[in-house]
Nanobody, 123 residues
C-alpha cells in the first residue's frame, strides 16, 4: 500500500511561488503515475497536474499550464509541484495522489491520496 504525505503549503502573495512536496512510502512508488488535485473552499476537487511513473509524460490543467510544474524523484520517493505566478484563485487544499493507470485526469483512477496541504494566495 502507498502512503502519501503532502507538505510545503502556506500563505503567499499573488505573483509569488510555492513548492509542494509529496513524500511517498512503499517500494513500488516508481511504478505509479502521480497527480495533484486541489479543492477550493466550497468547490469540487479538480485536477491540476499528472506525471507518469518514469516522468516521461506530464499533463496540466489549462488553468495552471505554464505556471505550474510537476516533477518526481523516484530515488527519493517524492513528487513535487512547483507553483509560480500564483493567483488568488489558486487558493485551495492541494492533494497528492497515485494511480496505477498512468497519466490520467480522472479522479477515480487515483487509488491513494494524501491528507492535503493548504495553499492560500492573497491579493
Amino acid at each position: 500500500q502507498v502512503q502519501l504525505v503532502e507538505s510545503g503549503g502556506g500563505l503567499v502573495q499573488a505573483g509569488g511561488s510555492l513548492r509542494l512536496s509529496c513524500a511517498a512510502s512503499g517500494r513500488t512508488f516508481s511504478i505509479y503515475g502521480m497527480g495533484w488535485f486541489r479543492q477550493p473552499p466550497g468547490k469540487k476537487r479538480e485536477f491540476v497536474a499528472a506525471i507518469s511513473a518514469s516522468a516521461g509524460s506530464t499533463y496540466y490543467a489549462d488553468s495552471v499550464r505554464g505556471r505550474f510544474t510537476i516533477s518526481r524523484d523516484n530515488a527519493q520517493n517524492t513528487v513535487y509541484l512547483q507553483m509560480n505566478s500564483l493567483k488568488p484563485e489558486d487558493s485551495a487544499v492541494y492533494y497528492c495522489a497515485s494511480s496505477p493507470r498512468g497519466v490520467t485526469v480522472i479522479m477515480d483512477e487515483y487509488h491513494y491520496w494524501g491528507q492535503g496541504t493548504q495553499v492560500t494566495v492573497s491579493s
